[in-house]
């Protein structure tokens, strides 16, 4: 019986990717934003976020607000988009934002502090929800 995955991939020969300079590893930094795009009664959801949290076991809050639940989320994008934005910037190292479309549209000065420091930005999804079903 075949397995329906690809466990193989390229095997013992991979390809030659011929990096500039000769160079044999290549890295990417990526930042996610994600902060205004998880699920809360705020935005017409009927729950508060539980997927993606630091909270073990965090359960959604149906028809009321998670105010821990929206701390976390928010310190990100109150505190450390600008810390991640500030170290970057000084090391001059070129980032891709995986934005979800409707954090980014409630964070307009984070999303022109992107612009400005000339970060690509690439779409994570409109918003947080479960493709499971």
């Known amino acids: 019986m075949r397995y329906e995955r690809d466990m193989r991939g390229y095997g013992a020969n991979p390809p030659d990717p011929k990096w500039p ?10 930042v996610n934003y994600e902060e ?8 017409g959801d009927k729950a508060s ?4 949290s630091e909270i073990v076991g965090a ?3 149906p028809g009321q607000r998670h105010w821990n639940m929206e701390s976390i989320y928010e310190y990100g994008a109150r ?18 934002c995986y934005g979800v479309a409707t954090a980014l549209a409630r964070s307009p000065d984070q999303v022109a502090a992107m612009q400005e420091a000339g ?3 690439a779409s994570h999804g409109l918003k947080w929800i479960d ?3």
């Open 21 to 30: 300079g000769g160079a044999h590893v290549a890295v990417q930094f990526v």
């Open 36 to 43: 205004g795009g998880e699920n809360c009664v705020l935005h």
């Open 49 to 52: 976020e539980a997927f993606l």
């Open 59 to 61: 359960a959604p809050w």
């Open 79 to 96: 505190a450390g988009f600008w810390r991640l934005l500030r170290l970057f910037s000084e090391a001059q190292v070129p980032i891709t």
């Open 119 to 121: 970060w690509e930005i």
């Open 131 to 133: 493709y499971r079903d």
